[in-house]
């Protein structure tokens, strides 16, 4: 009797505790400017616990019809190391067979649903990401597939036509 009841108050408990993401840095980077320019990038603090991240592109050579993406996920061990994720994808072909690449999908998935980058090629105008909070991450590194405690960092090279354009890093902490 005293097990079962023990037991119980640990399963009760498990459940009330749950991971939560902090976004700690956002950088971004173009590496070719006659090409691609952020207009912004930022990350904003709208109180302790509040937080999102938002960034415009603007591309001076339209229509790309050729973009390929390579996304890393890096956790900070003695500096950051490579973990678990290094995929390259052909964004064109993803997004019009998004179940071609599973772990693709799953990071896409964190921000498809504010922003504009969300249907086939080509791509003839400005690319946004606009308030990406804390809380869609949590959903997705938590929820969906969940990762160990620690600092990560997760950093995306944009490339156009096999050429680097440019690259975005976010820094976040799983606590």
């Known amino acids: 009797m005293h097990f079962s009841v023990g037991f119980l108050v640990t399963i009760l408990s498990i459940r009330k505790v749950h991971s939560l993401v902090e976004i700690t ?23 302790r616990t509040y937080k999102y991240i938002s960034l415009k592109v603007n591309l001076f050579q339209t229509p790309v019809n050729q973009v390929k993406v390579n996304t890393a996920l890096y956790k900070r061990l003695n500096g ?11 964004g064109c072909k993803f997004l019009k067979n998004q179940n071609s690449s599973p772990v693709s999908k799953y990071i896409f998935g964190i921000f498809k ?30 929820k969906i597939l969940p990762f160990p405690e620690g600092k990560y960092m997760v950093q995306m ?19």
């Open 25 to 47: 840095n956002f950088k971004c980077e173009s590496l070719d400017r006659n090409f691609s320019n952020f207009e912004y990038c930022r990350l904003k603090s709208v109180n």
């Open 80 to 90: 950051y190391k490579p973990f678990l994720y290094n995929v390259t994808v052909d």
């Open 113 to 142: 649903d504010v922003s504009n980058i969300n249907h086939f090629c080509p791509y003839d105008h400005d690319i946004f990401v606009e308030k990406l909070s804390a809380e869609n991450i949590n959903f997705q590194i938590t």
């Open 157 to 175: 090279h944009w490339f156009a036509y096999e050429i680097n354009r440019a690259t975005i890093r976010l820094h976040y902490t799983l606590t």
